[in-house]
């Protein structure tokens, strides 16, 4: 049976221990509500931080990739893009070397050919020249691949080079319609670049069809790890509400409680009157 003692308040001091803890609670309990967080730090849970941290850094290195496709499949687009009106040009300079083919031409009439083709070809050299994204062009003559960071385990894609299709296209305005000789000699020129520029469409098409897919694949990998994010640190904000006021009646008790028991000592002051 417990003293009754004016030094010792057992019933206080067991009342306060409760009230503490439930203080405790309601710093946890607003904390979660406050950040929207039911793991803050190693202390809430070490396990699931540890986790928790490696994910965040995953998703910061994702997002990184993805701009890094992102620059990369920019490279691609514009030198498809170009490829693909040089693609349509060509067909116009075609037509140019079959006129100049025909013996029944006039001096006239070949000089003006020759004038036509000789810009339709620097046309060519110019779309090359400008095919140019972040200082980067795969289809100039000085140029090598691209290597585009496609993973946050360091997976590299290539855009390929297509510098082979500059030297052709050098070959094709080296050459004149000044005569159906000279034009048949075009031809056999236009016909390598041709062949170069269907390579090059070819190969930018599908470099580029693999960026757009890693892209989509990053982007929804970033997401699927976003949610698994969630699911260890959200805080369930319906479930805390709930707590939150569950601790503050509890407080609220506990501070009556706490008061009734530091009463407890004053009762004694009756016996010694």
């Known amino acids: 049976m417990p003293i009754n003692s004016?030094?010792?308040?057992?019933?206080?001091?067991?009342?306060?221990?409760?009230?503490?803890?439930?203080n405790r609670d309601m710093d946890q309990v607003q904390q979660r509500v406050s950040t929207g967080l039911k793991v803050n730090g190693a202390v809430d849970?070490?396990?699931?931080?540890?986790?928790?941290?490696?994910l965040r850094g995953d998703i910061k290195a994702s997002s990184?990739?993805?701009?890094?496709?992102a620059n990369g499949r920019g490279v691609a687009?514009?030198?498809?893009?170009?490829?693909?009106?040089?693609?349509?040009?060509?067909?116009?300079?075609?037509?140019?070397?079959i006129e100049g083919m025909n013996a029944a031409n006039t001096s006239e009439q070949q000089n003006i050919l020759n004038a036509d083709f000789l810009s339709l070809s620097a046309q060519i050299n110019t779309f090359i020249a400008n095919a140019v994204y972040n200082g980067r062009n795969v289809l100039s003559a000085a140029s090598t691949s691209v290597n585009v960071i496609a993973n946050i385990d360091g997976t590299?894609?290539?855009?390929?080079?297509?510098?082979?299709?500059?030297?052709?296209?050098?070959?094709?305005?080296?050459?004149?319609?000044s005569s159906t000789v000279a034009s048949f000699k075009a031809l056999s020129a236009l016909e390598l670049a041709?062949?170069?520029?269907?390579?090059a469409l070819g190969q930018l098409g599908a470099d580029s069809r693999a960026l757009n897919f890693q892209a989509d694949f990053i982007s929804q990998l970033t997401d699927s790890t976003t949610e698994g994010l969630g699911d260890?640190?959200?805080?369930?904000?319906a479930k805390e509400s709930a707590r939150l006021q569950a601790l503050q009646v509890k407080q609220q008790l506990g501070v009556q409680t706490l008061n009734i028991a530091n009463q407890r000592p004053t009762i004694l002051q009756q016996l010694f009157r």
């Open 6 to 22: 004016i030094n010792t308040n057992i019933s206080a001091q067991i009342a306060l221990q409760f009230l503490n803890g439930t």
């Open 45 to 54: 849970d070490a396990s699931s931080f540890a986790i928790a941290q490696g």
């Open 64 to 69: 990184a990739v993805s701009q890094g496709i």
């Open 77 to 97: 687009t514009i030198a498809l893009s170009v490829a693909t009106s040089i693609s349509d040009l060509i067909a116009d300079v075609k037509k140019k070397i």
């Open 156 to 177: 590299v894609m290539t855009i390929r080079s297509q510098s082979s299709f500059s030297f052709q296209a050098a070959n094709l305005g080296a050459q004149t319609l």
């Open 194 to 199: 041709e062949s170069a520029i269907a390579i």
């Open 232 to 237: 260890i640190v959200d805080a369930d904000m």
